[in-house]
């Protein structure tokens, strides 16, 4: 274990010799989750979550977890987060519903010109994630890290409150309305964190995220995937500035980008603060996601700046593509092999 952190620091330093892997078959990506509530239901659709609904423990009791089993997958550490509920949506106000065994947040604002008056938090969401950490952590009892789950950062909040349409309406109708909203979004998105970081005890002295990569201080995952629906012109004068608040509140950060928002990463490269990108190839979405051949080039340009974590699915000619045209210094890959 001592010898996987050190590749891992390698990796933050982008120095590492090889990179950090993990190989696996492909399965397909939907999956319908039957979500147990503390009523004794066990749903899949059409249920409207409470946070009285929610119960830690049932969730616990439905992991496939073996403490006896190595720390490591690969050269990535096994972790253990919270079920993914939408909580920074759930956290604004959103109502989050299980819907065709998935969970959605639905929008909030109905009306771009009322956008000033959803700037609360939702204390009983915020309260149950808490709970969930703290189940988390009582289960792991130190065996492996619990770490932040699957935050969407400000925009894709904006996103769920306001609906995709009317998001777009509001960049160009009420744009000084949105950065307010977005700000304190960033904040709301920054104090949960930091909540649940302070539940949280080091891992080996340190920490670990939901990509399975430790460092010394705690690393904090932020997304914009409603991005594809927009220029980086348009990203950088609206959106950046609210990421680059929740990068900055962080020692260690981490960028989710997809194959078909990519457009991004010119204008995150250049944030000094953010220590790496994460890449998911999206498969099968040819028709928004440029085939493997053509992201390497923006790949190679993240490289000479971050460090960059891949994920997803890939044949393995791409996957050779990958080790030939990509430096292993700072490379983590995560994939899966399609044929």
Same mark, same amino acid.
């Given at each position: 274990? @001592?010898?996987?952190?050190?590749?891992?620091?390698? #990796?933050w330093q982008m120095s590492n010799?090889?990179?950090?892997?993990?190989?696996?078959?492909?399965?397909? +990506?939907?999956?319908?989750?039957? &979500?147990?509530?503390?009523?004794?239901?066990?749903?899949?659709?059409?249920?409207?979550?409470?946070? /009285?609904?929610? @119960?830690?423990? *049932?969730?616990?009791?439905?992991?496939?977890?073996?403490?006896?089993?190595?720390?490591?997958?690969?050269?990535?550490?096994?972790?253990?987060?919270?079920?993914?509920?939408?909580?920074?949506?759930?956290?604004?106000?959103?109502?989050?519903?299980?819907?065709?065994?998935?969970?959605?947040?639905?929008?909030?604002?109905?009306?771009? @010109?009322?956008?000033?008056?959803?700037?609360?938090?939702?204390?009983?969401?915020?309260?149950? #994630?808490?709970?969930?950490?703290s189940a988390l952590v009582e289960?792991?009892?130190?065996?492996?890290?619990?770490?932040?789950?699957?935050?969407?950062?400000?925009?894709?909040?904006?996103?769920?409150?306001?609906?995709?349409?009317?998001?777009?309406?509001?960049?160009?109708?009420?744009?000084?309305?949105?950065?307010?909203? +977005?700000?304190?979004?960033?904040?709301?998105? &920054? /104090?949960? #964190?930091?909540? /649940?970081?302070?539940?949280?005890?080091?891992?080996?002295?340190?920490?670990?995220?939901?990509?399975?990569?430790?460092?010394?201080?705690? !690393?904090?995952?932020?997304?914009?995937?409603?991005?594809? *629906?927009?220029?980086?012109?348009?990203?950088?004068?609206?959106? +950046?500035?609210?990421?680059?608040?929740?990068?900055?509140?962080?020692?260690?950060? !981490?960028?989710?980008?997809?194959?078909?928002?990519?457009?991004?990463?010119?204008?995150?490269?250049?944030?000094?603060?953010?220590?790496?990108?994460?890449?998911?190839?999206?498969?099968?979405?040819?028709?928004? %996601?440029?085939?493997?051949?053509?992201?390497?080039?923006?790949?190679?340009? !993240? /490289?000479?700046?971050?460090?960059?974590?891949?994920t997803g699915p890939v044949t393995?000619?791409? +996957?050779?593509?990958?080790?030939?045209?990509? %430096?292993?210094?700072?490379?983590?890959?995560? *994939?899966?092999?399609?044929?």
């Amino acid at each position: 274990m @001592e010898e996987a952190l050190k590749m891992h620091m390698l #990796f933050w330093q982008m120095s590492n010799s090889r990179p950090l892997t993990r190989l696996g078959r492909y399965e397909p +990506l939907r999956r319908d989750v039957a &979500i147990p509530l503390a009523d004794g239901r066990l749903v899949t659709d059409g249920v409207l979550l409470e946070p /009285q609904l929610i @119960e830690p423990k *049932l969730f616990i009791r439905c992991l496939d977890i073996n403490f006896d089993s190595p720390i490591l997958s690969g050269d990535f550490i096994r972790t253990l987060a919270p079920a993914d509920l939408c909580w920074t949506q759930a956290f604004i106000g959103c109502p989050i519903r299980v819907s065709a065994g998935k969970v959605w947040a639905e929008p909030i604002i109905h009306d771009v @010109e009322n956008i000033h008056m959803h700037m609360k938090i939702n204390d009983k969401w915020l309260q149950k #994630f808490l709970e969930f950490t703290s189940a988390l952590v009582e289960f792991s009892r130190g065996r492996l890290p619990v770490v932040q789950p699957l935050f969407r950062g400000p925009m894709d909040m904006a996103a769920s409150a306001l609906g995709p349409e009317r998001l777009c309406i509001s960049i160009f109708r009420r744009p000084d309305a949105l950065r307010s909203l +977005l700000d304190f979004y960033a904040d709301v998105f &920054i /104090q949960s #964190f930091n909540m /649940q970081l302070s539940l949280l005890p080091k891992f080996s002295g340190g920490y670990s995220c939901m990509y399975g990569i430790w460092a010394p201080e705690p !690393i904090c995952r932020n997304q914009a995937d409603y991005s594809v *629906l927009i220029s980086p012109k348009v990203y950088e004068k609206i959106f +950046l500035p609210y990421d680059v608040k929740v990068i900055k509140a962080s020692k260690y950060s !981490i960028f989710h980008l997809h194959s078909a928002n990519i457009h991004l990463a010119d204008k995150l490269v250049e944030i000094p603060e953010l220590s790496a990108i994460q890449v998911s190839i999206d498969y099968p979405a040819k028709v928004f %996601s440029p085939p493997v051949q053509s992201l390497l080039p923006t790949l190679k340009r !993240i /490289q000479r700046e971050k460090p960059l974590i891949i994920t997803g699915p890939v044949t393995r000619q791409e +996957l050779q593509m990958i080790y030939r045209d990509l %430096s292993p210094n700072g490379l983590a890959l995560d *994939l899966q092999i399609l044929d």
